[in-house]
Structure formats: C-alpha cells, structure tokens
C-alpha cells in the first residue's frame, strides 16, 4: 500500500472543524481517477451528515482545514479594541470569526478596509453580553437580519451578524433564520470567494474551496448559480464586479454561469436605481470595465438597469482604452454609450446617479467631439473663461480624458485660469450707455481679450473700445 492509499485510508484530523468518523474508499483507486469516497464526521448529523466526495476534493477539504494564517496584514487588525471583543466573546463561550471580503482581502496580502465579524450567538444573546459588559450599541436597523455594531471604549466599531439561513426570498430581500452552523451560514453566500471564514486564532474555514478559487483568479458562485442569482438579483452585477478585481483575463467566464445570468437577468429590473449604480460604477473602475460591459449587452442586461438597449459598444472599447490610465469618472466611461442628453436622463432616472454625475455626462457627450484650432488647448480654455459654472474645470478635465488626451490634460491642469480685466463698471467710466447695450459690449470686448490668448491688459482694452467706439460715432455723423 502506498503511503498515499494510508493516509486516505486511516483519513484523520478535521474536515471544516469537525473529527472523521469513517472513511471508506472504493478500491482499487488513485488519486488522478475520479472516484469518490464516502465520508462521516463524529459530530452530530444535523451539522454535517455522510458525504461522497471525489478522492482530490477531500485531500483538498483535508489540507485547508488546518491552513492558518499569520500574516502582517492579519496581525495589524488586533488592535486593543479588538482583543477586548475577542476576549468578551471567548469568555461567555460564543465562537466569533471573521467573514467574507476581510478573508479574501486577507488571502491575496491586502489590509482589509472594513471586517466584518460572525458568530453564533443570537442578536438577543449579544445584546445580553454587550449590556451587562457596558458595551455601547449603535444602529440597531440590522438587528432584523441578525447584525449588532458594538462600540469598544468609544474607539472602534464592531459589525457582527449572527450565522443564518435566508428562508424567504423575493429577489430583493430575505426573511432569515439563524443558526449555529457555519457551513450552513456560507452556503448562503454569493461568490465561493466571498464564503470563508477566519477564525481569530488564523484558523481557516472554507467550506466551498474559496481560496483555491482566489488563488486560480477564479470566479463562481456558492453551490448552484441560478439559485444563488434569485436570492438576490443584484448578485449579477456583483459577479461581474468581483471577476474584474479578481480574474487574469477578461473573458474566462463558465458557460454555465453566463447562461444563469442571461436566464435570470430580468431579476435586475426590481433592483433599485442605487444598488444598481453602486455596483455599476465598481465595475467600471475595475479591470476590464469594456469588456464586461459589453459580456452584460450580450446577455441583454443593459434594458434592466438603465443604459441605452442599443449602443456603439466600439466607441466603448476605444473610449475605456485611451482612458484608463488617465482615472475617468465612471459616468465618463458610460457616456460612450450614450448618443445623446435622452440616454443619460434615462439613466439618471433609473440608477438614480446624483445631479452631479448626470451634468459630468451632459457635459461629456455635449463637448467631447473635435474641435480643431491651430492651439487644441484653447477651445478648452475659452469654456472655462466663458463659464460660470463652478465645476466646469472637472467637467473639462472629464472630456479631455474621455478623449485620451493625456498631454494636453496635463497642459490644462497647469494653466492658471486667466481672468477677464474689465468689469461693467469700467465699461461705464470708459462711457458705454447703460442698458441692454452693456451686455453685448462687454462680450465683444471679452472676446477680443480671448482672442489674444487671454494677455490683453485691462488698459489695451479700454484703448481699443475708445478707438471702437469712435470709429462708430464717425460712422453715425
């Protein structure tokens, strides 16, 4: 017998955090043939029943199970606030272990931003524990989904949810239920990426191979992708989201899940405009933005969340392509897909972008054809000269990256913005009449001052104005 065949034949340890009972494999067999085993844990059946699992996967379920983690970026999260949670929920025996995007974060060496916690201690359990510790409690609107934020001396906040198992659900939201099994609490999660858990000692929990995903770049979902898809619609735009922050190439997609999307796409038209637009525009600064874009028009999402049915998805490609390395607005990149004001007024409707993101796409689609001049830079200049609008130096930035117009970006950000010399009370003392005259002197005469690419002085202008204005009295005599 190999050494190989005896370890799988005497399998011991722990499978996800709970003893082998039995192990009986099919004989004769190998590890490169796909043959499966059955497997029985010690613990009780409701946590885990008998499981016939290919020979390669339990080596796999064997060896993550014991994976720790002891990372800087693992250690950093301890601070004082952080042990004292730890240690409060170590002494009333309730197990806490961080969840999701803080393990993936984790995994591929990077300081998570936000860390969410899970436990098996039930809201009414923690709120018991946080009371009698004197531990304040904020935000209570998450307690109906199982989520307590405790404040730790008035320092750190805490985010920890309770296992649970979504019962009902529309689509939308979730009726939960909560558990103490935290297989059963991962099954519920979208992505397998997004599934593990990590205990505060760096014992990793992966009950659906999450970090063998992250490490092939990877993208799928937990168990089967439909049912995933219905329990919450939104987890379209989030697979798209996270397969352009994770994957390595730009179409690797299964067709499975391409066909789950396409199946259940029409699931996004009950998703609201901001939840829609949040996970639009994180796909649109991640990775291969175009080409996702475009994968969602081949599987007809664009009608259910607000962008034009039918659009130049070239001018997308060319657009996203001199533009990335310049760090466009989201809005900016869409706007390739938008002929005019109509489909970005459509937009805004429908995702709800703010009054802000909807002037940056009218002002994109209305200036971000050719203007040619001996000078490129000078149309620019002469918006920002005319305007008076107080953001017009991002909205003209936003254009010139639309355009991929690097160098000139750079020469625009550089110029100070000139100033116009006159004032309507200099054009009085200089014996303008008052009246709607006033305003149309005060144009021709700004307009002398742009065209001498904004160096005139206050004194030339005036003398020119006089030398006008003379002119026309001699004319009229």
């Keep these: 017998m190999t050494s190989t065949a005896r ?3 005497n399998l011991a340890g ?9 192990c009986c494999l099919p004989l004769p067999w190998s590890l490169n043939q796909p043959q499966t085993y059955r497997l029985q844990t010690a613990s009780a059946p409701r946590i885990t029943p008998a499981l016939n699992l290919p020979v390669s996967t339990c080596f796999r379920y064997f060896s993550s199970a014991k994976m720790k983690i002891d990372s800087p970026e693992f250690r950093g999260l301890f601070t004082p606030e952080l042990k004292q949670l730890a240690e409060l929920f170590e002494r009333y025996q309730y197990e806490l272990r961080i969840a999701g995007g803080a393990v993936r974060d984790l995994l591929t060496k990077k300081q998570p931003q936000d860390v969410d916690f899970a436990t098996i201690a039930t809201p009414d359990q923690m709120k018991e524990m946080f009371t009698k510790e004197g531990i304040r409690m904020i935000n209570a609107k998450g307690e109906k989904h199982g989520t307590i934020t405790a404040r730790i001396n008035d320092k750190e906040n805490f985010e920890i949810t309770t296992l649970r198992i979504d019962r009902v659900t529309d689509g939308r939201h979730a009726e939960v239920e909560f558990t103490t099994d ?7 999660r979208d992505l397998t990426i997004n599934s593990m858990f990590l205990g505060l000692d760096g014992t990793l929990y992966d009950f659906f191979n999450g970090k063998e995903a992250l490490e092939r770049c990877h993208i799928a979902f937990v168990g089967n992708a439909a049912t995933r898809i219905q329990e919450d619609y939104l987890r379209i735009l989030r697979y798209f989201r996270f397969y352009g922050r994770i994957a390595r190439e730009s179409n690797k997609h299964t067709p499975e899940t391409l066909q789950s999307i396409r199946e259940n796409g029409h699931g996004l038209a009950g998703i609201s405009g901001e939840r829609i637009w949040m996970e639009v525009r994180k796909i649109l600064t991640g ?4 080409d996702l874009i475009h994968c969602m028009y081949d599987l007809d999402l664009a009608r259910h969340i607000g962008i034009p049915p039918e659009a130049d998805l070239q001018e997308l490609h060319k657009v996203y392509q001199r533009s990335q390395s310049l760090h466009p607005h989201p809005v900016t990149i869409l706007s390739a897909l938008f002929k005019d004001e109509n489909d970005v007024l459509t937009m805004e409707q429908r995702m709800r972008i703010s009054a802000e993101e909807r002037k940056t796409a009218l002002y994109v689609i209305a200036e971000r054809g050719d203007k040619p001049h001996k000078n490129p830079l000078k149309p620019y200049q002469d918006i920002v000269v005319c305007s008076k609008e107080k953001n017009i130096i991002k909205y003209v930035s936003e254009v010139l990256k639309y355009r991929g117009e690097s160098q000139m970006l750079v020469d625009f950000r550089s110029w100070d913005v ?3 010399p006159l004032s309507g009370k200099d054009l009085l003392a200089a014996g303008v ?8 002197v005060m144009e021709t005469v700004r307009q002398w001052w742009m065209d001498s690419d904004f160096k005139a002085t206050k004194e030339e202008l005036l003398e020119r104005l006089q030398e006008t204005m003379q002119e026309q ?3 009229d005599s």
Aim: no cysteine.
């Design 14 to 22: 722990r499978f996800n955090g709970h003893r082998f009972k039995q």
């Design 433 to 440: 009449p008052k009246g709607r005259g006033l305003g149309g």
């Design 473 to 475: 009295g001699k004319g």
């Design 7 to 9: 370890i799988a034949r």
């Design 418 to 420: 000139a100033k116009f």
């Design 287 to 290: 990775n291969f933005a175009a």
């Design 182 to 188: 935290w297989r059963t609490d991962a099954e519920r």
